[in-house]
């Protein structure tokens, strides 16, 4: 079984990622939208300003530009937060980026609850569920600094348009540097035969808690991290319903549409099969602390641990 | 290449273009000809003289790139392309039909020599604006070409572009406004009255120019200015005034042309007003 310790925003993953990248490689750029102090792309303008844009706080325009550059053989980072980015130019990713297939990357801080007390209007629960909708789209999500700064690199090589989401706060840390990725691969962090409990992004690391208490109650747990939500590791969720009694999906994101929705749809379309979703319940958050917005939502190790059992009794 | 020929030359094969337009509408029986008739002089200019393009390599790494941000108008881009023999002309006959890479809005996945994918409104100009950057930090010497539409420039994103088109200081960036003056539901001035276009442009940053976008000498003559006067550091804006329908008298200032397809007497009549030049 992994563990969980302390471990960095994965905003700041990105940065560190972004810049090695643009250094070896003239072709990525940033197209910035003046959020470049938070989403941590100044050190990439500082030292490669060649391959930086700043169209200041004009998303849509933004994204515009990076099907543009895209078109011309550059491999564009646009920057900004979850929400903009996935919802204020949403069309522009469809028309502009989706469609014609553009190897454009949205990458994006302040996922989820993580900007927690800056409130609903910057916190994003419904980037994974809109994006995934469309087609082309492939939307990862890292649970941690280490492999937020592999997949960063993943989505750099990988042709075709990416949404990547990051966290504003530091995130526990459960891979090393040395863990490797694969865009569309689930990661299974514990090999069990009793339950499984997939999870992706911020979250995850309560997926590892809830993991360890079960095993510690003698339950085998079958542990995923499913970073890419789309497209989603259909086999690995087959595998589950194959291995185990039932499937705890477990997200910062709405209820509906996000990870427990893609996984819901393998497994409905099995059917016969037993799976709990807990994510956000179909509401907006508030100013408060990251915990304390997961807990009114429920996600809790208590309550990964409580669906979990249910599956056995 | 770029070519360099006669005013007469020139109007002749925006003819060609307006015959294969409402063809290709006609035949489609849906479509949109009036902002296809309007911007046809200035893409005939454009397809035939000024680009620097090869239809036997349309993905060719110096070519200037186009960008007809109002992607809707796309039967005058698909005749230019069919004309300069991007692809053989008998695909004008499939236009908006299944399999067809002639798609009702343009597509740059079927269709060659199309640079960009459009049709949703006020997109294509940030577009054009990340090209022209992308040269520029090449140190390429290609050129960026976007015709877009007085309805679209309605949308905000039109002006972010420009925004960023000056700050970048895109010379090599060359802005055409199809000022023909009516949108879908009416005309510009009583659906989103834009005011002084010129006025916003130089606003914006932009060297500009005001021409009749039906008289080819000036359209030829504005090209070569743009060509000659890069030192500016300015992007170019060209409000080119035109009618929209233009070409064929009852298509003419009548907003119900924007997306309508001619029957079988109409096309006949309105092939034969082109070809006589009225």
């Known amino acids: 079984m992994v563990g969980v310790r302390e471990g960095r925003a994965t905003r700041e993953a990105y940065g560190e990622a972004i810049l090695d990248l643009g250094r070896k490689d003239k072709r990525i750029y940033v197209v910035d939208c003046d959020i470049g102090k938070s989403c941590k792309t100044i050190p990439f303008f500082k030292e490669l300003p060649e391959q930086e844009v700043n169209v200041g706080i004009a998303e849509q325009n933004a994204c515009g530009i990076a099907a543009g550059l895209a078109t011309c053989g550059k491999i564009p980072f646009v920057t900004t937060y979850a929400v903009f980015g996935s919802m204020r130019m949403l069309e522009m990713i469809r028309q502009e980026v989706c469609y014609p297939h553009l190897n454009v990357k949205i990458a994006c801080s302040h996922g989820g609850f993580t900007p927690a007390n800056d409130g609903a209007s910057h916190q994003c629960v419904e980037d994974i569920g809109v994006l995934r909708t469309i087609p082309n789209m492939t939307v990862v999500a890292p649970a941690d600094f280490d492999s937020a700064k592999a997949l960063v690199k993943a989505a750099a090589v990988y042709d075709g348009p990416v949404y990547l989401r990051f966290t504003r706060d530091a995130a526990p840390s459960v891979y090393t540097s040395t863990d490797s990725f694969v865009i569309g691969k689930a990661v299974c962090l514990n090999k069990g035969t009793d339950i499984t409990i997939i999870s992706s992004g911020d979250v995850l690391f309560k997926a590892v808690l809830a993991a360890q208490e079960l095993e510690a109650q003698g339950i085998s747990v079958n542990l995923l991290d499913m970073h890419t939500v789309k497209p989603l590791d259909v086999a690995a969720v087959e595998d589950a319903m194959n291995t185990t009694k039932g499937i705890v999906t477990v997200e910062d994101h709405n209820i509906i549409n996000g990870l427990g929705s893609a996984v819901a749809e393998v497994v409905a379309e099995r059917g016969g099969f037993r799976l709990k979703r807990i994510g956000i319940m179909d509401q907006f958050g508030e100013s408060a602390p990251y915990e304390r917005l997961l807990e009114m939502n429920g996600i809790t190790t208590g309550e990964i641990v409580r669906e979990a059992r249910s599956f056995l009794d | ?278």
Not at chain 2, 269 to 275: D, G, L, Q, T
């Open chain 2, 1 to 278: 290449m770029r070519q360099d020929h006669t005013v007469a030359y020139l109007e002749g094969k925006a003819k060609e273009v307006r015959k294969t337009l409402l063809t290709m509408i006609h035949d489609a029986k849906s479509g949109h000809p009036g902002g296809s008739l309007s911007s046809a002089d200035l893409m005939a200019a454009l397809y035939f003289d000024e680009l620097n393009i090869d239809p036997r390599n349309p993905k060719w790494e110096d070519r200037d790139r186009f960008v007809l941000s109002k992607g809707h108008a796309c039967p005058v881009i698909y005749s230019c392309l069919a004309l300069c023999g991007f692809f053989p002309y008998e695909i004008i006959h499939t236009l908006r039909k299944e399999g067809s890479i002639l798609q009702g809005h343009p597509d740059m996945k079927r269709c060659p020599g199309i640079d960009i994918s459009t049709g949703s409104l006020g997109q294509g100009l940030a577009v054009a604006v990340g090209m022209a950057i992308a040269a520029k930090r090449d140190a390429k010497s290609y050129r960026v070409f976007s015709i877009i539409g007085d309805g679209e420039s309605d949308e905000g994103e039109i002006w972010e572009a420009l925004n960023t088109a000056s700050k970048y200081h895109l010379d090599n960036l060359v802005v055409i406004l199809d000022n023909n003056g009516l949108q879908n539901d009416n005309s510009c001035a009583v659906v989103m009255p834009l005011g002084d276009m010129r006025a916003k442009f130089e606003a914006f940053g932009c060297k500009t120019f005001e021409i009749d976008g039906h008289d080819m000498k000036q359209i030829t003559d504005t090209f070569a200015a743009i060509r000659s006067n890069r030192e500016g550091e300015k992007p170019f804006a060209i409000v080119a005034h035109t009618v929209k329908g233009k070409g064929v008298s009852f298509m003419e200032n009548v907003v119900a042309w924007h997306g309508m397809a001619p029957d079988d007497e109409q096309y006949a009549r309105a092939m034969k007003e082109v070809e006589g030049g009225r």
